[in-house]
């Protein structure tokens, strides 16, 4: 977890702001660009909603561990800017661009097939965001994922640890379910990109696979760090969305 108290933080305008003039903020509230005082290091907080930090660390985490291209995310400690408890510092890509599928390189597109394998998995509320960055690119914005798209677990466990045991139970059933239908079979995104279908089909699967590599202790250590700043069964919650994302995929051909 990062140290607040170590950041400047100053209002951060949101790119679609300038694209279009009645946009005024997403729906993960106001966002803040915090700057390391030391490293100048730049970050873009998400604060506003206690769902978003969790959502925002397990994805990237998520990403990280197979090899798909994200910026790195970090737990905040508490600051008096923030509108609540739960905050996340997301790294800030300089130099980020949109995705032209005419445009990439042949090791861009083998991201842009991470990136769907890997979206995929993580149960998107949204459709996918996916921009360039040097020869990489990255997918971005998870706060919704995990079928964690509101408070409302959050709120289960601030209640009291039995509803929201039941609610997380609830909750992973869904997961679980809208695991049975994803696809890694895309003829759509291989037109679009100029990809063998089969190749396309082969590369994700493969991309999805990373995740069985992801140790019980690496599983653990990321509830550790949840439970810094949320119930222990809220960790434990995304816990059990890790294992049952590599049950899944230890089922693939």
């Not at 890694?184 to 190749?199: H, N, Q, R, S, T």
Request: charged share 25%; glycine share 6%.
């Amino acid at each position: 977890m990062l140290d607040s108290r170590e950041f400047t933080f100053t209002a951060y305008q949101d790119s679609r702001t300038q694209q279009h003039e009645s946009f005024v903020t997403g729906l993960s509230g106001p966002l803040l660009l915090a700057v390391h005082n030391k490293t100048g290091e730049k970050y873009i907080v998400k604060h506003t909603y206690g769902h978003n930090a969790a959502n925002e660390y397990v994805a990237c985490w998520l990403a990280d561990k197979i090899g798909v291209p994200a910026p790195k995310a970090f737990l905040l400690s508490r600051s008096n800017l923030f509108t609540t408890k739960y905050a996340v510092a997301i790294s800030f890509i300089e130099g980020i661009q949109a995705v032209k599928a005419s445009e990439l390189s042949s090791e861009q597109v083998d991201d842009v097939v991470k990136q769907f394998a890997f979206n995929s998995l993580t149960i998107p509320d949204d459709k996918v965001q996916m921009s360039a960055a040097g020869n990489h690119v990255y997918s971005y914005d998870f706060s919704e994922r995990f079928c964690v798209e509101d408070e409302g677990l959050l709120r289960a466990f601030q209640f009291d640890e039995e509803t929201g045991i039941n609610a997380a139970k609830a909750t992973l059933q869904e997961f679980k379910r809208h695991l049975q239908y994803v696809t890694f079979d895309l003829p759509g995104v291989a037109a679009e990109y100029g990809i063998d279908p089969e190749k396309q089909k082969a590369d994700m699967i493969a991309t999805a696979k990373q995740v069985l590599t992801i140790t019980e202790s690496e599983i653990r250590s990321l509830s550790d760090e949840l439970i810094e700043m949320y119930p222990v069964g809220y960790g434990v919650y995304y816990e059990e969305c890790i294992r049952l994302i590599q049950k899944y995929v230890s089922r693939l051909a």
